[in-house]
């Protein structure tokens, strides 16, 4: 199981210390299960496939040898033809999307709402996007950002003719948030 897990993680491209950040597994677990003095668990498992971007099967070695290898994400498409490109690979945590909604040529209804746990900040980069969040309707231009509690019904929308909207969205399916570092403008002033 060692080899075939430092073959994935050298087909990917990443190094223990990238992985090991990106999974919050430690660099010597890490180091131990590839060269094999210790068994990784089901769980670690999991997130080493999401951060190689392969099945389960590919890193056990059940999969067909032609599946193996690093795969190009691609954009998932909605029922209502969005776009969905995933940006992160990982399990748990913060997870980030670039979301693109087509044009349109008339003006849209209401977006519908859904409400789930999590917490949500979202950042418009191209067009208007319509905000229903709750009873309060926003409309965001590029540079705009939101940020909510996902119990909240919300829903997105185009806001109009004009062309498409592209978003980025990061979602902390436990609640997660961001957390800003930058020092608050007062205590510049001195």
Known sequence: MGPRLRTAREQHGATLTGVSRATGISLSTLSRI?????????????QLAEAYDVSLDELAGTAPAAAAGPRTPVPQRSGNDKAVLPLTRYVGGLHAHKHVLPAIDAPPARPRQVSHDGYEWL???????????GEQ?????????????????????????GGPVEYLIMFGPQGERLRPRTPAPDRWAR
């Open 34 to 46: 590839e060269t094999g003095r210790r068994k990784p668990t089901l769980e670690v498992l999991l």
């Open 123 to 133: 950042c418009v980069l191209y067009g208007r996007l319509w905000l229903a969040l």
């Open 137 to 161: 309707d926003l409309v965001l231009s590029a540079g705009d950002v939101a940020e909510f509690d996902t119990r909240t019904a919300h829903g997105v929308a185009n806001a109009g003719p």
